[in-house]
């Protein structure tokens, strides 16, 4: 089984069940894989980031952690390395200069 990871989009193999070890990291960006940005669970906007309740907080959401609620996100990342704010910004972007182009 594959997965994507979050921040450079570079696709790695997975035991089956979403299992990721805790220190296994990207082997392009160096990023930790067993992290919330990873994790299928996460979500910015949900109560804790997390939409798992039973989750304990966790502070720093990018390094690796003990979370026994992990699972991979198994889906390719729209812009990889952009936060959910950012792409929220340039897609308002997009739309704001799209209404005022120039037509010629």
Same mark, same amino acid.
């Given at each position: 089984?594959?997965? =994507?990871?979050?921040?450079?989009? !570079?696709?790695?193999?997975? !035991?089956?069940?979403?299992?990721?070890?805790? !220190?296994? !990291?990207?082997?392009?960006?160096?990023?930790?894989?067993?992290?919330?940005?990873?994790?299928?669970?996460?979500?910015?906007?949900?109560?804790?980031?997390?939409?798992?309740?039973?989750?304990?907080?966790?502070?720093?959401?990018?390094?690796?952690?003990?979370?026994?609620? =992990?699972?991979?996100?198994?889906?390719?990342?729209?812009?990889?390395?952009?936060?959910?704010?950012?792409?929220?910004?340039?897609?308002?972007?997009?739309?704001?200069?799209?209404?005022?182009?120039?037509?010629?």
């Amino acid at each position: 089984m594959s997965a =994507f990871c979050q921040k450079c989009a !570079t696709e790695y193999p997975y !035991t089956s069940g979403g299992v990721i070890g805790r !220190t296994a !990291t990207c082997e392009k960006c160096n990023a930790d894989l067993h992290a919330c940005v990873q994790c299928a669970h996460y979500d910015p906007k949900a109560y804790n980031n997390c939409h798992e309740p039973q989750a304990e907080r966790v502070d720093d959401r990018k390094n690796s952690n003990f979370c026994d609620y =992990f699972r991979v996100v198994q889906t390719k990342p729209a812009a990889p390395g952009l936060s959910p704010a950012q792409i929220r910004e340039q897609a308002a972007r997009d739309k704001l200069n799209s209404l005022f182009k120039k037509s010629d």
